[in-house]
């Protein structure tokens, strides 16, 4: 089982749309969530942080489910601008690789006139 | 303001051929990576460094090398250049735990020929 999965998509929607994107990650022990955005042929960049007690920044809102390793992002009245590759970051925090970070393959979103 | 840079953006090489792609921060992170991207596997850690003269082993490690011999740099050697090391390659950078977000390089596109 891969470490970090997420549905790879595409999404295609129209703009003021809200989209939703899941990710599962399969050690427990991991400690700190992320989700990073990458637009095409560009470096990701981080986009929020996750906490369990969710988070918000604007149109975004990140879930944390430590019980079902489940992590979610909202994206509300979607933009074109929003078009880009959504990546779920999980980092184990612990021993030798406290400062690693595991990456999905990322969801492809596509926003439409 | 502190950026991290890699080149060459763009190489060509031949099969068997020695190759260094260089990335340099002036972050002042103790923490670095390298990553490739290919299509379907999304990024991967070839090789990381949490100080200087510290060097790990990512996930797809064989026939990459670094070294560690400052805080900006760690540059990344292919010994005998693959066609199956043509890729996206990205270097990134981050603060010691917990502070992990990572910040990356604007990536080095290899192919081998």
């Known amino acids: 089982r891969k470490e970090v999965e997420q549905d790879p998509g595409p999404f295609n929607v129209p703009e003021g749309a809200t989209v939703a994107f899941n990710c599962t990650y399969s050690?427990?022990?991991?400690?700190?969530f992320f989700w990073y955005r990458q637009d095409c042929r560009k470096e990701p960049k981080l986009l929020m942080s996750?906490?369990?007690s969710g988070n918000e920044d604007g149109r975004f809102t990140a879930q944390l489910n430590r019980a079902s390793q489940y992590i979610s992002l909202l994206i509300r009245d979607s933009k074109l601008s929003d078009s880009a590759t959504y990546l779920c970051?999980?980092?184990?925090?612990?021993?030798?690789?406290?400062?690693?970070?595991?990456f999905g393959k990322g969801t492809k979103l596509s926003v439409k006139p | 303001d502190a950026e991290i840079t890699q080149s060459p953006r763009h190489k060509i090489t031949e099969t068997g051929r020695q190759v260094t792609l260089a990335c340099h921060q002036t972050?002042?992170?103790?923490?670095m990576f390298w990553y490739r991207q290919d299509l379907g596997h999304g990024l991967r850690l070839i090789h990381y460094?949490?100080?200087?003269?510290?060097?790990n082993k990512g996930e797809v490690s064989d026939g990459y090398s670094v070294s560690r011999s400052n805080t900006e740099d760690l540059p990344l050697t292919l010994e005998s250049a693959a066609s199956s090391q043509t890729s996206v390659y990205f270097c990134?950078?981050?603060?010691?735990?917990?502070?992990?977000?990572?910040?990356f390089g604007q990536g080095t596109r290899l192919t081998v020929v």
């Open positions: 460094s949490y100080g200087v003269h510290d060097t």
């Open positions: 972050w002042n992170h103790n923490n």
């Open positions: 990134a950078s981050s603060e010691s735990w917990p502070n992990t977000e990572a910040f």
């Open positions: 996750v906490y369990s």
């Open positions: 050690n427990s022990a991991s400690q700190s």
């Open positions: 970051v999980v980092n184990l925090g612990y021993g030798g690789s406290q400062g690693n970070l595991i």
